[in-house]
């Protein structure tokens, strides 16, 4: 069996600063992360013991400092925050606040916002917080229902994979014909690098293992789009979620992870992989460039 790891996997700068942030302030004073970090449980594990509390509205905040989640939040949600007389750390991602500027930008030149991404989703609800009227959308049929307006000013959750996002920027046109539609990509590029590794490396897999937390987006859509390329696809969390009758029939076996995933836990299913090939390892950094090792 080949092990064939992704070019491009696991966590992104984003979230690794936003953990290192929360670390170095909870050795200094009591914090609590408005929300959940990340989508990880074993890194919130891993807080909960360095004693970062979690609340999910400020008014549930028992500490003297909140901190912001690299997902970012609205302007409104921080106003009232710092209301309750709470001090703010900002682990927003720069590439989300990025998405917020572009928003902001497009609202202020007169376009209608459009928000391609997860309604319910931490990240869309601190994009569309600050806004007085905006759709959501991530279905054929939420598009169909964008009401008329002469002008559309489009964005998407950073962390979508960026064919969809372009797909329903389209319908919208088709479905507003007479209406300005103006796109502006923020999809991050570790989402872009990460998903088009997962592409790679499920055409090249008889199955693909993708680590991540099970509340994770972007590791959701890992999964998804592996499966969209005909690969047999497995959502793992840790090594123990593995089971060896997926592998009895696979000739090649790849390994991805979502921004959220510690590089422990992919060392950790990594290494269980790699114990069960005990006749001959093979492993690559890239489809397309192995390197053969044997083991006798
Ligand atoms: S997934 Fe992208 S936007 Fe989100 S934290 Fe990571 S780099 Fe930033």
Request: glycine share 6%.
């Amino acid at each position: 069996m080949e092990i064939i790891r992704a070019t491009h996997l696991g966590m992104c700068f984003g979230v690794r600063d936003a953990i290192a942030l929360a670390q170095t302030h909870a050795a200094l004073q009591p914090i609590t992360v408005l929300g959940q970090l990340v989508h990880n449980e074993d890194v919130l594990a891993d807080l909960k013991v360095r004693g970062v509390r979690v609340a999910k509205e400020p008014k549930s905040v028992e500490t003297a400092v909140a901190m912001i989640t690299a997902h970012g939040a609205s302007d409104h949600f921080k106003d009232q925050a710092r209301k309750q007389g709470l001090s703010l750390i900002d682990a927003t991602c720069p590439l989300v606040k990025s998405a917020h500027r572009a928003l902001q930008n497009l609202v202020a030149r007169g376009y209608y916002p459009v928000i391609i991404g997860q309604r319910d989703h931490v990240e869309v609800k601190g994009l569309s917080g600050d806004l007085m009227e905006f759709q959501v959308v991530l279905t054929s049929d939420e598009v169909r229902a964008v009401p008329e307006r002469p002008r559309y000013g489009v964005i998407s959750q950073t962390t979508q994979p960026i064919a969809r996002v372009r797909s329903l920027v389209e319908q919208l046109k088709e479905v507003h014909p007479q209406s300005e539609v103006e796109f502006v990509d923020t999809v991050c590029q570790p989402t872009k690098l990460r998903q088009q590794a997962a592409q790679a490396l499920a055409e090249d897999c008889d199955v693909v293992i993708v680590v991540g937390g099970a509340q994770s987006n972007n590791t959701r859509e890992l999964v998804r789009t592996c499966g969209l390329r005909g690969a047999t696809v497995y959502h793992v969390q840790r090594p123990e979620d593995l089971s060896p009758a997926w592998f009895e029939n696979a000739t090649k076996v790849g390994l991805t992870a979502g921004t959220s995933t510690p590089d422990a836990t992919i060392q950790s299913v990594a290494a269980q992989l790699d114990a069960w090939c005990h006749d001959k390892l093979i492993t690559s950094n890239s489809p397309t460039t192995t390197a053969i090792l044997a083991f006798s």
